[in-house]
Each structure stands twice: as structure tokens, then as C-alpha cells.
């Protein structure tokens, strides 16, 4: 993909969003109008919904409404429903065989991004044409409030703990490439993150990231969030070091 070729006036999709649902329909169109309110055109993107078995009556209601209308705002979307709960990686990777774009963007569907997400992410591709994904700086927002500027990549530092966030725009090609996401189950029940595991499978291959130091992307924490995710990475982490 030689992204200094690319037109950005042709017809061709830039950024495919995949947004797999499960039961968070309350901050579902918090997460749409961030997309919807870009700095970009919004004709080069794609919103691919996927409904993960969700037992509440009222984000299935949401995504009902959304899947017959074809539309939120000046958004197209794309409504896939899971016969059976696949998780958020399998269901990320179910809507990648559906995407179109050149770069896949994963939104986990209560985050939100700012304005120029896109933008600041296209031009950095079109600087580092040969990255294979862009990493925003973070803004945490909910249980805890924080903002974590996105480091320099650093292969060794990535394979010990991961600080990019599953939200880092990255090339379709590499996507299908690495197959996708995983999730690995570990000792004593220890879950190895689907996006870390992808990052560390992607060092393996000579795929590498560049950062934006900016701020641009939201991540909403919760207490079970915060304390399963931090205690699973730092054991994680020594069981590595």
C-alpha cells in the first residue's frame, strides 16, 4: 500500500470501524457522534456494528433500529449479528472479513474519539508510509481519570507490557496478514489480551507502529476494567520478563 499514491478524492474507503456491541447500548450513540463529528469525510469510512449475543433488551432494541434504518447521521453502517457470543476478538475479526478500508479502526462501543482522530492518524500514515498502525496518547475517563501520552515505539518495551491501546488505526493488509485477533487462556485463568497478543504477533513479523502525541482517543474505565485488566497485564509481565 503506498499511501503517498493514494487519492484521498477517489471512492475508495479509508478507515473501516469495527464496534462489537455486548449489552452497552446506554453509551452506543456517545461512541457513534464521536464518529460522526470527525474533522475527515466522512464517505471514506465504514461503521461495522456487531451485535455479540447481547441479552439487554434495550441495546438489542438500538441495534435493531439502527439495522433497519442503514444509517446514523451521516454514517453508513453495517449491522452483523452473532448466533452465538464469539467474544470481542472473534467478533472483531467476523467484521473484518467484511471491511472494505484500508485501515481497520476497533471501538470498543462505549469509548469515544476526538475530532481529529482521523485526520491526525491519516497524516501520520502519509509521513511513515511503511508503519503498519498509528497509536493515539489516551485520555482515561470514568473510574479513573488520567491522559497517557503515547510513548516511542520501542519493539522490547511493547513485548513486555503493552501500551498501545486495541483503538490504533492499522493497515487491513497487516490485519489478514496476522489473521486477525486471538485470545489465549494462561495459567490460573490469566486472559492474554486479544490486542497485545496481535501487537506481539505483528513484532514477530517486522510490523511496527508510530505514535500521535496528541491526544485523540477516549477510553472509558470501569472497576472491573481497571483492576482485572492491570492485574492480569502485571502478571503478564512477570511471567515474561
Given at each position: 500500500?503506498n499511501?503517498?499514491?493514494?487519492?484521498?478524492?477517489?471512492?475508495?474507503?479509508?478507515?473501516?470501524?469495527?464496534?462489537p456491541?455486548?449489552?452497552?447500548g446506554?453509551?452506543?450513540?456517545?461512541?457513534?457522534d464521536?464518529?460522526?463529528?470527525?474533522?475527515?469525510?466522512l464517505?471514506?469510512?465504514?461503521?461495522?456494528?456487531?451485535?455479540?449475543?447481547?441479552t439487554?433488551?434495550?441495546?438489542?432494541?438500538?441495534?435493531?433500529?439502527?439495522?433497519?434504518?442503514?444509517?446514523?447521521?451521516?454514517?453508513?453502517?453495517?449491522?452483523?449479528?452473532?448466533?452465538?457470543?464469539?467474544?470481542?476478538?472473534?467478533?472483531?475479526?467476523?467484521?473484518a472479513?467484511?471491511?472494505?478500508?484500508?485501515?481497520?479502526?476497533?471501538?470498543?462501543?462505549?469509548?469515544v474519539?476526538?475530532?481529529?482522530?482521523?485526520k491526525?492518524?491519516y497524516?501520520?500514515?502519509?509521513?511513515?508510509?511503511?508503519?503498519?498502525?498509528?497509536?493515539?496518547?489516551v485520555?482515561?475517563?470514568?473510574?479513573?481519570?488520567?491522559?497517557d501520552?503515547?510513548?516511542?515505539?520501542?519493539?522490547?518495551?511493547?513485548?513486555?507490557?503493552?501500551?498501545?491501546?486495541?483503538?490504533?488505526?492499522?493497515?487491513?493488509?497487516?490485519?489478514?496478514?496476522?489473521?486477525?485477533?486471538?485470545?489465549?487462556?494462561?495459567?490460573?485463568?490469566?486472559?492474554?489480551?486479544?490486542?497485545?497478543?496481535?501487537?506481539?504477533?505483528?513484532?514477530?513479523?517486522?510490523?511496527?507502529?508510530?505514535?500521535?502525541?496528541?491526544?485523540?482517543?477516549?477510553?472509558?474505565?470501569?472497576?472491573?476494567?481497571?483492576v482485572?485488566?492491570?492485574?492480569?497485564?502485571?502478571?503478564?509481565?512477570?511471567?515474561?520478563?
Amino acid at each position: 500500500m503506498n499511501l503517498n499514491n493514494y487519492n484521498i478524492n477517489s471512492n475508495k474507503i479509508l478507515f473501516s470501524f469495527i464496534i462489537p456491541v455486548y449489552n452497552a447500548g446506554d453509551f452506543l450513540f456517545e461512541t457513534l457522534d464521536s464518529i460522526n463529528e470527525q474533522d475527515f469525510d466522512l464517505t471514506k469510512l465504514e461503521v461495522i456494528i456487531v451485535n455479540d449475543c447481547s441479552t439487554d433488551e434495550n441495546t438489542n432494541n438500538i441495534i435493531d433500529k439502527l439495522s433497519s434504518i442503514g444509517t446514523y447521521k451521516k454514517l453508513k453502517l453495517q449491522i452483523i449479528v452473532n448466533k452465538v457470543n464469539k467474544w470481542a476478538a472473534e467478533s472483531r475479526n467476523i467484521a473484518a472479513k467484511n471491511a472494505i478500508g484500508e485501515f481497520i479502526v476497533c471501538l470498543d462501543s462505549d469509548d469515544v474519539i476526538d475530532r481529529d482522530f482521523l485526520k491526525l492518524s491519516y497524516l501520520t500514515f502519509l509521513a511513515y508510509p511503511n508503519a503498519s498502525w498509528v497509536y493515539p496518547s489516551v485520555r482515561k475517563f470514568g473510574y479513573k481519570n488520567q491522559t497517557d501520552i503515547a510513548p516511542n515505539y520501542n519493539a522490547k518495551n511493547l513485548f513486555l507490557q503493552n501500551y498501545l491501546v486495541i483503538t490504533s488505526p492499522v493497515k487491513r493488509t497487516v490485519w489478514n496478514k496476522l489473521k486477525g485477533q486471538k485470545t489465549y487462556n494462561l495459567v490460573n485463568g490469566i486472559n492474554h489480551y486479544e490486542d497485545w497478543d496481535f501487537w506481539q504477533r505483528a513484532i514477530g513479523k517486522g510490523y511496527y507502529g508510530v505514535p500521535s502525541k496528541k491526544v485523540t482517543f477516549n477510553y472509558r474505565q470501569n472497576v472491573k476494567s481497571l483492576v482485572t485488566r492491570s492485574e492480569e497485564e502485571g502478571t503478564i509481565t512477570t511471567l515474561m520478563a
